[in-house]
């Protein structure tokens, strides 16, 4: 990853807690889905670019797989939480969007693409302990995983 601004963080990780504002009218703390929910944290570059609304509009399409999965989809960008709202609402999403304004989310999980001024697209699992139990960042934020491939991770780390 020698484009990423950071190393992200591997599995086996224990995941660093945060609060950030949300597309659900309040703050959004990891560590409350502790002994609850796994959570996958996607973070991307830009709401309403072309690759990030293909990734949060699947993802809501997916949401079924993801919720039988007992995983909880966040999706983290450097946008304002105006920005996700209308983003949230131009396309109907339905996972929440959380607002990383400066980026020190992203710069924790070593997901700050090298400009500072956007998050790579990373994705992170972390199980209802607070551990990372899988990883993975994209060579350039232009590229994405496909649902499928994300939900056999799920699958095979968490059972």
Known sequence: MDNAFSTPLMSGTDAPDFTLPGTGGGPVTLSSYRGRKHVLLAFFPAAGTPVC?????????????????????????????????????????????????????????????????????AYFLIDKRGVIRWAHAEEHPGLRRENAEILDAINSVIS
Do not use: Y
């Not at 989809?73 to 709202?85: E, Q, Y």
């Not at 609402?89 to 969007?97: E, F, G, I, W, Y």
């Open 53 to 121: 609304t293909t990734e949060m509009c699947a993802f809501g399409d997916d949401i079924d797989k993801f919720s039988q999965a007992d995983v909880e989809v966040l999706g983290i960008s450097m946008d304002t939480v105006d920005a996700l709202k209308q983003f949230r609402d131009d396309h109907s999403l339905r996972t929440p969007l959380l607002s990383d304004i400066g980026g020190a989310v992203a710069r924790q999980f070593g997901a700050l693409w090298k400009s500072g001024t956007i998050a790579n697209r």
